[in-house]
């Protein structure tokens, strides 16, 4: 299932069980963000580099998309630009025009199924452009509490629930309210286990993975996610922000990109 509004992936389903997690809370009429799937971020992430942007993981997540053509594998495409977004609320943050195209697509790999996200970021204007994304992905798992993140240890790391960086040693536990930004340039593969099966992800275009869960705390002032609800996802999510954020030349593209295959445990 995929909307317009914010370009959103809201679940993706492989033999009867869900991949890509969505909230029985979220609220899908457009009028505001959906609490799951696969929320775009840009042109900044969260608060933005400064931390005085709104909306929140920029105006994109909320614009409504056009659709467009799906090539070779695509099931959804969508286009958009600064002049769709004019006037709109977070407009006046914009530093420079930008076209952008998204595509998901469902594969056949010799791994087995997997999902591809592809956002493309074109740069028409005659100066450089820096723009924080993110690709952020609620990954279904049986309980995060029990859930751990590989292929981020030794990585620098800033921890958004102290405000302090530190290294990551070892993978990432789910144990309690999670929000860390890793250094991850060189396209890590990196994997979620849950002890009944592995979501690997592997990248293209980022500098960086967020992992997030609010914990039973934090998850108790959304109310667009159920009780207990935090248990059943990870967000895992392919990003490009802050001093590693993309600086795109005038008339390239910067792609962001991720894959997800999912291997059971035998
Ligand atoms: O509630 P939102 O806007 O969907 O954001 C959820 C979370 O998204 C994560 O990417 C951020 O690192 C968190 O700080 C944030 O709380």
Redesign the pocket.
């Known amino acids: 299932m995929a909307y317009d509004h914010g370009a959103h992936l809201a679940t993706w389903d492989l033999r009867g069980e869900p991949v890509v997690w969505c909230s029985q809370e979220a609220v899908l009429d457009g009028s505001r ?1 959906i ?1 799951g799937g696969v ?1 775009v ?1 840009f042109p900044w ?2 608060d933005g580099p400064a931390g005085d942007l709104s909306p ?2 920029g105006l994109l997540r909320t614009a409504t998309w056009t659709r467009a053509a799906p090539t070779d594998g695509e099931v959804w495409a969508w286009t958009i630009g600064d002049e769709d977004v004019a006037g709109q609320p977070g407009a006046e943050h914009l530093t420079g025009p930008f076209r952008v195209r998204y595509a998901v697509s469902l594969l056949d790999g010799a791994d087995g199924p997997a999902l591809d996200l592809d956002l493309r970021v074109h740069n028409p204007g005659a100066d450089p452009l820096t723009v924080e994304m ?1 690709l ?1 992905t609620y990954l279904a798992v049986g309980d995060a509490t029990t859930t751990t993140v590989h292929g981020l240890s030794g990585a620098d790391a800033l921890d ?1 629930t102290t405000g302090r960086r530190r290294r990551q040693e070892g993978p990432v536990h789910l144990d309690g309210e999670t ?1 860390l ?1 890793v250094d991850s340039p060189g396209a890590p593969r990196v994997e979620v286990h849950d002890g009944r099966r592995v979501l690997a992800l592997s990248t293209r275009g980022a500098t960086q993975t ?1 992992v ?1 869960n ?1 914990g039973d705390e934090k998850a108790a002032d ?1 109310s667009d996610l159920g009780a207990q609800e935090w248990r059943e996802f990870v ?1 895992v ?1 392919t990003a490009a922000t802050a001093d590693l954020a993309p600086t795109i030349a005038p008339g390239t593209t910067h792609t962001l990109g991720c894959r997800i295959v999912v291997h059971p445990v035998s």
Do not use: I, M, Q, T
């Open positions: 963000s609490r929320p971020c992430f969260a929140a993981h993110a952020h958004k929000d930004v967020v997030w609010p959304l967000c999510e």
